[in-house]
Nanobody, 122 residues
Framework: QVQLVESGGGLVQAGGSLRLSCAAS????????VGWFRQAPGKGRELVAA???????YYADSVKGRFTISRVNAKNTVYLQMNSLKPEDTAVYYC????????????????WGQGTQVTVSS
């Protein structure tokens, strides 16, 4: 059974930092790309960052220069380091896994975590 478990969310002031973790089990992790999505109240789920099975990365324009995605295959874990957080970053953050290359849309992903809340106060 495949499981993705996010952790590291919380409440932080604007300008602060958080590091999210996504721990995977039940799959050959190195063969999967992982994306971090977020969903704010009343909005759709958007891809903010992704890392492919080969290590290439993607960032949405809104987080470039502030967020960094990385993976440690030996730990079956992907991280999202979030710096210079803004109130508009407030959302539930989900990690998702997709075979081989990452996709831009949520429907392209095979497995999902339960989400972790990130709240940035002004």
């Amino acid at each position: 059974q495949v499981q993705l478990v996010e952790s590291g969310g919380g409440l932080v002031q604007a300008g602060g930092s958080l590091r999210l973790s996504c721990a995977a089990s039940g799959l050959t992790f190195s063969n999967y790309s992982v994306g971090w999505f977020r969903q704010a109240p009343g909005k759709g789920r958007e891809l903010v960052a992704a890392v492919s099975s080969s290590g290439s990365t993607y960032y949405a324009d809104s987080v470039k220069g502030r967020f960094t995605i990385s993976r440690v295959n030996a730990k079956n874990t992907v991280y999202l380091q979030m710096n210079s957080l803004k109130p508009e970053d407030t959302a539930v953050y989900y990690c998702a896994a997709r075979w081989r290359s990452y996709g831009d849309y949520s429907y392209e992903y095979d497995y999902w975590g339960q989400g972790t809340q990130v709240t940035v106060s002004s």
